[in-house]
């Protein structure tokens, strides 16, 4: 648009992802302009964020949370709100040159394809875009001519790795996990976990979706099938590598068999200003690796796929595809908050969704990667949903 400052939405403002966009950007004044922001209901949060970074657009999902900020904005000119289920769809196409999109969960897919449809480039958080509607986003991506920068640290360091490459094929994706708070565990071990014992990660801070998914492994899955989707390779073709320092954070061989990598110490802030910045990288307050202590021994292992079996079914649903992986995502997500509420057992989390998928095919609803729609999403999403909750409930035909 040819500004000397980036105009920047954030969709998610309040989040772990977001805050800490908010950070990198308050460290470079003259690079961004914040123009939107947005929540789900952290009211208090966001009315702090509007008044140091001064945006002229706000959307807030939750009608209630909306109105109390509407009141704490009373008298104050030039800040446009949006409220309602639709407000974060909305403010996503508002003028601007990057909307960063750090929703969890599903409902951060029909922002990103307005975004997209406005033209707008996509700094991307929210992996459940591409699990769910990942044929649906890259060709909207495609039609419009714009980019999509990752944000997660590992497609950041294969999109990092790839630079320069001239397009030379990838023979392959090495993508590392930690391993999360579990990795060694048994399976019997694994059942009597809590969501206190499931949210202290060895190595990043994250919001409580995301960091239980990296317990059950669930988040290397989705991360597989986004890598798939970003950098177009078949999904046989991305090797996952247990990684437990977390200093690797993921890798690209070659046909010559060549690997590049990108490591670094693991902070956000850094895969955040890359996507933000891009092409250009920008002065970052984290710390550089400590080759002679934390980094002085790197190791690699093979992820345990009949411990951590969400892994393997998030494989399985890709390489199914068209709804299925829609299915996996959405049973995945109220799970994970049936366990946050210790309504369900830590591993009743990978066997529900196992039967969820298994049920699919039945369901009336299955599409094809040929058949699939935005409506054929969204349904089979709903539907995986309510079987999920019906099952946990011990409903279960």
């Known amino acids: 648009m040819g500004r000397d400052m980036k105009q920047v939405i954030i969709l998610g403002s309040t989040g772990s992802i977001g805050t800490q966009a908010l950070e990198v950007i308050r460290d470079n004044p003259s690079m961004f302009s914040v123009v939107g922001l947005s929540c789900g209901s952290k009211i208090e949060k966001i009315y702090e964020q509007i008044q140091e970074f001064k945006p002229s657009i706000v959307a807030v999902s ?76 890259m060709a909207a991506v495609k039609n419009n001519g714009i980019k999509l920068l990752p944000v997660d640290s590992e497609h ?31 399976l019997e071990k694994l059942k009597g976990v809590t ?39 078949d999904i046989d073709d991305i090797e996952v590598l247990v990684h437990p320092q977390s200093i690797l954070h993921s890798a690209v061989e070659f046909h010559d068999t060549a690997v590049i990598g990108q490591m670094g110490t693991p902070d956000m802030k850094v895969p955040i200003s890359y996507a933000l910045g891009y092409p250009n990288r920008i002065n970052s307050d984290a710390m550089s690796i400590d080759f002679f202590g ?3 021994n790197l190791t690699f ?16 649903s890709s390489k199914r595809g068209g709804t299925y992986p829609a299915v996996m995502n959405g ?49 089979a999403d709903k539907w995986a949903r309510e079987q999920a909750v019906e099952i946990a409930k011990g409903g279960e035909k």
């Not at 960063?100 to 409902?107: A, T, V, Y």
């Not at 320069?164 to 999360?180: D, E, H, R, V, Y």
């Not at 309504?343 to 058949?371: C, M, P, R, W, Y």
Request: net charge negative; glycine share 8%.
């Open 62 to 137: 939750d009608y209630e949370a909306g109105m109390r900020l509407k009141k704490l904005l009373a008298g104050s000119t030039g800040v446009k709100l949006l409220i309602g289920e639709d407000a974060q769809r909305d403010i996503a196409k508002e003028d601007c040159d990057i909307v960063l999109n750090s929703l969890m969960g599903m409902r951060g897919l029909l922002p990103t394809l307005a975004a997209i449809d406005a033209g707008h480039d996509i700094a991307l958080a929210n992996k459940e875009t591409l699990v769910a509607g990942g044929a649906l986003v």
């Open 156 to 186: 950041s360091a294969i999109f990092q790795s790839l630079q320069g490459n001239n397009g030379n094929p990838i023979k392959k994706i090495l993508l590392t996990a930690s391993g999360g708070p579990f990795r060694g565990y048994s």
């Open 195 to 233: 969501p206190e014992d499931a949210l202290k990660h060895p190595n990043w801070t994250m919001g409580q979706k995301i960091t239980i998914d990296s317990a059950t492994m669930m988040n290397k899955g989705l991360e597989v099938i986004e890598a798939k989707w970003l950098f177009d390779v």
């Open 294 to 296: 934390r980094a002085s």
């Open 301 to 316: 292992e093979k992820p345990d796929l009949n411990v951590f079996k969400c892994l393997a079914l998030a494989i399985d």
């Open 331 to 379: 049973a995945n997500e109220v799970l994970v908050d049936l366990f946050l509420k210790k309504a369900i057992g830590f591993t009743d989390i990978q066997e529900i969704i196992e039967k969820v998928i298994n049920l699919h095919a039945e369901s009336g609803l299955l599409a094809s990667e040929e058949e699939l729609t935005l409506e054929k999403v969204l349904s």
